[in-house]
């Protein structure tokens, strides 16, 4: 497996030497960034795989600089940052970011990230062009062009509201997907009974597809924040 070039973006040079000592170590490539306005001139000069954002830097607030590589690429961002409330993980989600690791963080778990974002980095090429007529997960696939999910080989009996949550997780593999956006793409909207409707529709869709819907192997909930279908 190839290492991804990856972007780190911090200003406190304590936690930037634990993170690049960490990829140096395991052998990743990687650039540096003590700024936001650094940051965006790596990111769109060297065009890493990865990046590593703190939001909290001295010129530009890492949302806006989320904002801004989302105007022009779907680089995976993992936002790390000492912002641990439930409405800072939305609000970075939303805004473009595809994982979010909170500080103190332990070395293994910022490997951990790495290892499932790049997994989905090898996902992305075969999702290209007729977007993949057959997505495989495991046990799990998808025929998109007949509307049909099996597990291990079995068809899974889904609502139409099922298939299209279980096709939205699926085309977005390895990244955390929002209450917000699920809902919006679901329903169109996101009001709190959409969200109730949400974890309703999660539990059937999760009885269906999983073997211990207590100890999931497919999707994982992230509580207050959303949803993940995990790569295996």
């Not at 068809?155 to 209450?179: R, S």
Request: hydrophobic share 40%; with cysteine.
């Amino acid at each position: 497996m190839n290492k991804p070039l990856i972007l780190v973006v911090e200003d406190d040079c304590a936690v930037r030497n634990l993170i690049t000592t960490t990829l140096e170590t395991q052998q990743y490539r990687f650039l540096t960034a003590e700024n936001g306005e650094q940051a965006v001139l790596e990111a769109v000069s060297h065009n890493p795989q990865i990046v590593l954002l703190d939001l909290g830097l001295p010129d530009l607030d890492g949302m806006d600089i989320i904002r801004k590589i989302r105007s022009w690429s779907n680089m995976p961002i993992i936002v790390i940052s000492a912002r641990s409330e439930d409405t800072d993980k939305i609000d970075a989600l939303d805004a473009g970011a595809d994982d979010y690791l909170t500080k103190p963080f332990s070395v293994e778990e910022l490997l951990a990230r790495l290892r499932v974002t790049q997994r989905r980095l090898n996902v992305v090429p075969s999702e290209i062009g007729v977007q993949s007529a057959i997505f495989e997960n495991g046990s799990l696939k998808i025929d998109y062009a007949a509307g049909c999910a099996y597990l291990e080989e079995h068809e899974l009996h889904l609502t139409p509201i099922e298939y299209k949550l279980l096709c939205l997780l699926a085309k977005n593999v390895g990244k955390v997907l929002t209450h917000t956006y699920i809902t919006k793409e679901i329903w169109g909207s996101s009001w709190d009974n959409d969200v109730a409707s949400l974890r309703v529709f999660m539990a059937t869709l999760r009885k269906k597809l999983e073997h211990t819907p207590n100890a999931p192997q497919y999707i994982q909930t992230h509580i207050g924040v959303g949803y993940r279908m995990l790569k295996l």
